[in-house]
């Protein structure tokens, strides 16, 4: 069975820095990518960053420059680097896997992270 652990979320004033760690464990197949989605309206969740297996990243706009996704292909471990935090940036994130080719999705619980002005 799929568990991803997520630590490192917390209260920070605003300009503060947090970072975030998703450890994946229980897979049989390989990680295909990682990332980092925040919920969004109507039972959604956006992107906020992620990662192929290659190291190739994407980021949302708003977190370009301020926001630094890495991985750790041996520890199956992917890491949200957060700086020069915003009041904006307060959500609860989730760690995306998607493995085995791209066929299956497994997400994390979700960590809250809050920015005070």
């Known amino acids: 069975q799929v568990q991803l652990v997520e630590s490192g979320g917390g209260s920070v004033q605003a300009g503060g820095s947090l970072r975030l760690s998703c450890v994946a464990s229980?897979?049989?197949?390989?990680?295909?990518?990682m990332g980092w989605y925040v919920e969004a309206p109507e039972n959604q969740r956006k992107m906020v960053a992620n990662i192929t297996r290659n190291g190739a990243t994407n980021y949302v706009d708003s977190v370009e420059g301020r926001f630094t996704i890495s991985r750790d292909n041996a520890g199956n471990t992917v890491f949200l680097q957060m700086n020069n935090l915003k009041r904006e940036d307060s959500d609860v994130y989730h760690c995306?896997?998607?493995?085995?080719?791209?066929?299956?999705?497994?997400w994390g619980s979700g960590i809250q992270v809050t920015v005070a002005a």
């Open positions: 229980g897979l049989t197949l390989p990680i295909d990518a």
């Open positions: 995306l896997v998607v493995h085995g080719a791209g066929r299956y999705v497994s």
